[in-house]
């Protein structure tokens, strides 16, 4: 379904972008691995990536700082090739109930989350416009559709990146390029691996399906969008939720 394309995935070293650059690999493309801080953790995407016949390089950067993203599309142009397909899937939390949210932490978020979006988006659709190909998908959250009491930050940032996604989609399709976005409920990760067992019983309780997402869930998601099985979608957001925000 993929053979011969090349995706860079943000954060692929654990969770959600690891099961995302592991399943896109198994379709058949080479993958950039982008990591943050997981160096070991990278290191074993990129050696089951290749275990799977596929290449995959690391390149280390920090989303939410424009050099490190212009020299990691540098690296994996020079590497892999320019990319045709780019998940936007790093993120952080920071949560606190608005009247005790710091400046700093909504700082955080938002450059992360939002900014780190932005400045992959940008690179990424620069390359994509000379080939007149491309596939660009974002993560944002069910939080950034309906809310979330003590996360102002993160569904601000993932709101943010679903009027990112409509209004690139409009600039982008009519040279060939898709961008989209999926918004995953609650997704069992080391993001939400905090919550306790009362808690995430009471999260059950709330989605139709009866149980928690797994990072696969999302990963096929990315994979279909990032397929020309998807050619005539674009603008959209996705969402992968077991039904929780029905
Ligand atoms: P996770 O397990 O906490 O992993 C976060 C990933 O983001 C890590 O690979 C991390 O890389 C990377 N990252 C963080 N800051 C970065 C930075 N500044 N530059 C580059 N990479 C950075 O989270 P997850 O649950 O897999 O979430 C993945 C995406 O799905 C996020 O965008 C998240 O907001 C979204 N999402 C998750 C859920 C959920 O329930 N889990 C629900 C909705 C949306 P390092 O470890 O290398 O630092």
Redesign the pocket.
Known sequence: MLENKIALV?????????AVALTLAGYGADIAV??????A??LETAEEIRALGRRAILVQ????VQADCERMFKEVTEQLGTPDILVN?????RDNLALRMSEEDFDKVIN??LK?TFFCMKLAAKQMLRKRYGRIIS?????GLHGNAGQLN?SAA?AGVVGMTKSLAKELASRGITVNAV??????????AALNDAQKDAIRSQIPLGRI?Q?QD?AETVAFLASDKAAYITGQVISVDGGMGI
């Not at 943000?10 to 690891?18: D, E, F, P, V």
């Not at 899937?89 to 939390?93: D, E, L």
């Open positions: 943000t954060g692929a070293g654990r969770g959600i972008g690891r982008n990591y943050c801080g997981s160096e953790k990278a950067a920090d989303v939410s899937n790093a993120g952080i939390t992360t989350n780190g993560l944002s959250s069910i939080v993160y993932k918004a995953p409920g609650y997704i069992d990760t080391d993001m939400t997402g990072p999302i």
